[in-house]
């Protein structure tokens, strides 16, 4: 197993995730949001992303997989759901990085069919040459080609979530 040199370093990531809260604190400005974090990936994202935003929020968890090592299987799992009620909320999504895009396609069928009052995406990471479906998200990150990484919250078989910079992964031969 081979770790890269950074593909993005910690401060090219701090500065980012600083404009991402600066727009989306724009946006929801005189509003409440219900910030939903989809783990396992994007907990490191979403603990930086909701710090740096200024106005008021609740948070809440779905724990989905659909990947097993760098393979996408196509088939989602919702570990464990929101506690919360999401009826006439203003729900913002937050994922660590969208592929093949059927994870957050999946989510936010199921989201939107419990009657939020919004439902807007904020993705860290775009690998938009790989989409397999139409999808709306609002709040992008970086496009990054399509490279397996690492870091940041994103595992190679549950490791490296705790590399605090984002790196290409390969597997040894
Ligand atoms: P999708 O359903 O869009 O194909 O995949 C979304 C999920 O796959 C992400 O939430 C993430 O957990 C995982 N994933 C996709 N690409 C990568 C990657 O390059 N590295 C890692 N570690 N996980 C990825």
């Not at 404009?19 to 939903?36: N, R, T």
């Not at 419990?114 to 775009?126: G, H, Q, V, Y």
């Amino acid at each position: 197993m081979v770790i890269g040199k950074p593909l993005l370093t910690v401060e090219q990531i701090q500065k980012k995730v600083k404009e991402l809260a600066a727009i989306i604190s724009e946006d929801y400005e005189g509003k409440e949001i219900l910030a939903v974090g989809i783990l396992r990936g994007a907990f490191i994202f979403f603990s930086d992303l909701v710090r740096h935003i200024q106005v008021p929020m609740n948070i809440d968890f779905i724990i989905a997989s659909s990947y097993i090592k760098i393979q996408t299987s196509g088939d989602i799992k919702i570990h464990a759901d929101l506690r919360e009620d999401i009826k006439a909320k203003h729900v913002l999504l937050i994922e660590d990085i969208v592929d093949s895009g059927l994870t957050l396609k999946y989510i936010q069928e199921m989201l939107l069919a419990r009657n939020p009052a919004s439902l807007r995406t904020c993705t860290f990471l775009d690998k938009k040459s790989r989409r397999k479906t139409e999808l709306k998200l609002d709040y992008i990150g970086f496009e990054i080609p399509d490279f397996y990484i690492v870091g940041y919250g994103l595992d190679y078989d549950n490791k490296f979530r705790n590399l605090p910079y984002i790196s290409v992964f390969k597997e040894s031969t």
